[in-house]
């Protein structure tokens, strides 16, 4: 099927959520190289957005209706939607703006304000999310295997981590490993205890430095895996900021969570750190095309813990700073 206008992505709730769905963006500009995109992205993500290469406008606004944009998307030639995140508020505005086709899923009770359903489950799948985005293209024809487009920073972002370098004393010049030991509640966390004696061995046996991310939240876990050593650059970046740091990165070690996705798109070896949980398993969470970038205990899945929670039976800690060490080493070439 052509469409004759533009095309409208939905993807407007969390930071990797939204990274999932850039393969989508990638697959649609080659099958629609003349047509407009547009990205309907959260708030807090839509500058990263603005960075990626093939979208040409990003609409703000969350999965909530907060703000509204019908009017916005009503006064746009947009022809067809493809409302990746799945949300009674998202459908309704997509049917209130009168797009003329809106693809979404055919397993929720609004399922009707689609046009185009389609039956995709995303539950208890081991599916890859990224993967399960493209299956929404297939009500075009679109389909095949596709890569994350081009994230491409401003000027700016660049030289605000050139700063952040020069003001600690190190130069960003020099190698460097980026831990990010939070997951904003998107999963379970590695201890941070871990994180700091595996950054001490990252940095005492390779002479990498150590640049420790996070949000302003997770200032006490960035804090205590940094110490007195390493950089702590937790609540100083931005999202394009963050990106920035991640593409000259010669390594990103985090939790399940949006940055390691965006560590990927970035093109930088991300190592994600994985609990033996249902809802957070690396067959769909993972590090996209790379398998062996996901580290997990050698457990049954468990059933007594669930994401954003304190483990009820410290599934992560089967995993050691040196058990993750020797893997790490394994990705970089290096024994």
């Known amino acids: 099927m ?98 003329p086709l809106r693809i979404g899923t055919s397993r929720r009770l609004y399922s009707p304000l689609f046009t185009t359903r389609l039956n995709i489950p995303r539950r208890r799948t081991d599916r890859h999310e990224a993967d399960l985005n493209l299956d929404m293209l297939s009500a075009l024809g679109i389909r095949g295997e596709a890569r994350f487009p081009a994230v491409i920073p401003p000027v700016s972002a660049a030289e605000r981590i050139g700063r952040l370098f020069s003001e600690a004393g190190r130069s960003v010049e020099q190698p460097y490993v980026v831990i990010h030991p939070g997951s904003g509640g998107s999963s379970q966390n590695w201890n941070a205890g871990c994180y700091r004696q595996l950054a001490e061995k990252l940095a005492g046996s390779r002479s990498f430095n150590i640049v420790v991310t996070g949000s302003q939240d997770e200032f006490d876990t960035c804090r205590t895996v940094a110490g007195d050593d390493h950089l702590n650059f937790c609540g100083k970046t931005d999202l394009p900021e963050l990106a920035a740091l991640l593409m000259k990165a010669g390594l990103l070690v985090t939790n399940s ?33 790379h398998p062996d970038w996901a580290i997990m205990p050698d457990l049954p899945v468990c059933r007594r813990c669930s994401p954003g929670e304190i483990s009820a039976c410290r599934c992560l800690e089967q995993l050691t700073p040196d058990m993750v060490y020797e893997h790490l080493l394994k990705l970089i070439g290096e024994r």
């Open 257 to 289: 969570t949006g940055p390691l996705h965006l560590g990927v798109a970035a093109g930088v070896t991300s190592v994600g750190i994985y609990p033996p949980l249902a809802d957070c398993l690396p067959g769909r969470w993972g590090p996209y095309h």
């Open 2 to 99: 052509k469409i004759p206008g533009d095309l409208l992505v939905v993807r407007n709730d969390r930071l990797g959520d939204a990274v999932l769905a850039l393969p989508a963006v990638s697959l649609l500009r080659n099958a629609y190289p003349d047509r407009r995109i547009y990205f309907w992205a959260s708030p807090q993500v839509a500058p990263l957005i603005r960075c990626v290469e093939g979208i040409d406008h990003v609409i703000e606004g969350n999965d909530r209706g907060e703000p509204d944009v019908t009017r916005e998307l009503s006064s746009l030639e947009i022809q067809a939607a493809f409302c990746l995140r799945s949300s009674f508020r998202n459908a309704l505005t997509l049917w209130r703006a009168h797009i």
